[in-house]
């Protein structure tokens, strides 16, 4: 199968590792994979910060360099659950309205596209640890995913899946509400952590790089021994 994937902005930039691995587990699964360097952000930060029109320039842009018919896979259910749950909304054309669906119908997160479109449930990978999921806000209320990642985890050889009191909850990121409600934000992903190391858990993983971050850095400044790992990156251990 033929898929173009969609590196979102802070995984470009940040852990670039995870957009190498995702191909890795494509090539593996028999995909052949199409990169298209001129795309850019998907408009999601501006959306979320009220501007409209910027959003509608991004988004036009987004599917342009996404044009044609092929599956479009992303290692975070933060911009697709975006783009699937968003776009047609953005525009009062109609014409616009009816290509932001039918791309929208295309976008997938790779845990979902493996599980529901490849059919595949193991990867033959290898992980030996014990490991905790964060359900990230977006991945499971904008995307509407839950099971998938817990499905292909359970196919990793050496793996424990430690579940942690509260894995639903917020880690309190949320793009711009960990900067304009930092307080607020910090206790969150303290709360966070607590669950997480109190699972007994050695990993906390999830879909979404940016929670993961998030919970990161609080566990850096806090000298905190447990370790954050995208899901990819235990995916790819094969």
């Known amino acids: 199968m033929d898929v173009d994937i969609f590196i979102p902005c802070f995984v470009d930039q ?3 590792e995870i957009g190498e691995n995702m191909i890795k587990i494509l090539q593996h699964v028999g995909c052949t994979v199409h990169y298209n360097p001129k795309q850019t952000c998907c408009g999601q930060p501006q959306f979320n910060s009220g501007y409209t029109k910027e959003t509608q320039e991004l988004a036009r ?7 044609g018919d092929r599956m479009i896979v992303s290692p975070g259910g933060s911009c697709t659950g975006f783009i699937k749950r968003r776009y047609a909304s953005l ?15 295309r976008v997938f997160d790779i845990c979902d596209f493996l599980v529901n479109v490849m059919k595949v449930i193991d990867l033959g990978a290898t992980f030996n640890g014990k490991v905790t999921i964060h359900d990230s806000c977006s991945a499971l209320r904008e995307y509407g995913m839950k099971d998938e990642p817990r499905t292909l985890l359970k196919n990793v050889k050496g793996l424990e899946i430690v579940e942690m009191e509260e894995s639903t909850t917020c880690c309190g990121f949320g ?7 930092k307080d607020i934000s910090s206790a969150m992903v303290e709360q966070k952590v607590r669950f997480a190391v109190d699972s007994g858990a050695e990993y906390i993983t ?23 790992i995208h899901i990819v990156n235990i995916l790819s251990n094969f």
Do not use: H, W
């Open 91 to 105: 525009f009062d054309n109609e014409q616009e309205r009816q290509a932001a669906e039918q791309l929208s119908s």
């Open 61 to 67: 842009k987004f599917m342009q360099d996404f044009e």
């Open 206 to 228: 999830g879909t979404e790089f940016s929670c993961l971050m998030n919970i990161n850095a609080y566990i850096e400044r806090n000298n905190v021994k447990i370790k954050p």
């Open 175 to 181: 793009g711009t509400f960990s900067i304009k409600q």
């Open 14 to 16: 940040i852990s670039p």
